[in-house]
């Protein structure tokens, strides 16, 4: 069968209903051609190698062999672009960060459960996640990962998932400030300063590689927003703590921002900072419609900084699909005073929103997702 310029698509999931489900929603995409269906993780294995496909969705939870088993060995061995479907229970959402780690490019959640009759709710997000995975460079998926030890999987999926401080590996933050070529951005010298950070499809590696690599001492507070559903931010949050120096967590309304800490907005909410006295401390807003299809929204949080001009911001614009963070991005350099580095076409997952950012002419540096962290650092010390 010629396929002309569509994607082929595998489809893995125990349910024949679900396989039969999500083949019908891919086939209504013009750029989309289903070309087979597995069962379990070891069929799935063994059809990526005969099929070829340009894209695969993934089940996590199958009997034989489950989905985090086979993505591993599918991107060891046979890497292609994986679309995880994952439930949103609590080692639903954990082992859905870990598939992240292991090279997976985005996931959808399930909006009821394993035999989900409601998935056309998302059959929208499926079609969108799906093609923008089919045109991923593999490259930036198989990269081996440079940032401190990588925690250990917890097999099989139905068990509960622990995760604990690691110590060591990676390259130490003197080295990084050594392998990091000086730039000439500077951070303000007076001020209380703030790092933001926004980021989307592949965002979870991308922020393992930097926030893993941040040393405790690290003298400012760091906002992120990631696009990523309620249930989903809280595991993330976990995850990056038990991998990292810093403090990471998912934000709470009210509390007191501190350097040295990481604050993940919630999925659902919008994060916003405000000041009462000499302090500042997180707002979190759900009543704020998304923008752009998304709350947390980087664009609300960018502004939410332009109303403290008095502050200084090192901003991140990492990989993504789309262009939040742009708009944000204008409103913070015209009103605010922000150095602001955009991660490189080289390394990004979706070279959507960096590639926005520095077209528009609002990046000082394009840097490496690897020298991210370095650079960081690098201009809070200049």
Do not use: C, W
């Not at 056309?120 to 930036?140: D, M, Q, R, Y």
């Not at 990004?348 to 960096?354: C, E, I, L, N």
């Amino acid at each position: 069968m010629n396929l002309g310029n569509r994607k082929k698509a595998l489809v893995v999931d125990d349910s024949a209903f679900m396989r039969k489900l999500i083949a019908d929603f891919l086939a209504d995409h013009p750029e989309i051609d289903v070309v087979g269906t597995a069962r379990n993780g070891k069929e799935a294995i063994e059809k990526v190698k005969t099929l070829k496909p340009d894209v695969v969705t993934m089940d996590i939870e199958m009997p034989l062999m489950n989905g985090l088993e086979a993505l591993k060995e599918i991107m060891e061995k046979h890497p292609v672009p994986v679309v995880m479907l994952s439930s949103t229970t609590k080692i639903g959402t954990a082992n859905t960060m870990l598939a992240m780690e292991y090279g997976a490019v985005d996931f959808v959640a399930k909006p009821g459960g394993a035999i989900s009759l409601n998935l056309h709710e998302v059959k929208e997000e499926i079609l969108t996640k799906v093609a923008a995975a089919s045109g991923v460079h593999i490259s930036t998926l198989t990269r081996k990962m440079t940032g401190r030890a990588v925690a250990k999987p917890i097999v099989p999926v139905r068990n509960e998932l622990f995760v604990k401080k690691e110590t060591g590996g990676g390259l130490r933050h003197e080295e990084l400030r050594q392998k990091f070529t000086p730039i000439k951005s500077k951070i303000s010298k007076t001020g209380k300063t703030f790092v933001i950070i926004g980021t989307s499809t592949g965002g979870p590696r991308a922020l393992q590689e930097v926030l893993t690599r941040l040393p405790a001492t690290i003298g400012a507070p760091i906002l992120v927003v990631q696009h990523m559903p309620a249930g989903f931010t809280k595991s993330l949050a976990d995850r990056l703590n038990g991998l990292s120096e810093i403090t990471v967590k998912e934000a709470e309304d009210g509390e007191l921002l501190v350097n040295g800490t990481a604050y993940i907005a919630p999925g659902g909410k919008h994060l916003k900072f405000s000041k009462t006295g000499m302090n500042h401390y997180v707002r979190l807003d759900s009543v704020e419609a998304p923008r752009m299809g998304h709350r947390p929204s980087v664009d609300v949080l960018l502004e939410s900084a332009a109303e403290s001009p008095e502050l200084n911001y090192l901003s991140v614009i990492m990989t993504g699909m789309g262009y939040d963070g742009k708009a944000g991005m204008e409103l913070l350099r015209k009103n605010g005073k922000t150095v602001t580095i955009a991660e490189s076409a080289k390394t990004s997952v979706v070279y959507g929103m960096p590639k926005a950012v520095q077209e528009a002419g609002l990046a000082d540096e394009v840097v490496d997702v690897h020298d991210i962290s370095g650079a960081i650092m690098e201009i809070l010390k200049a």
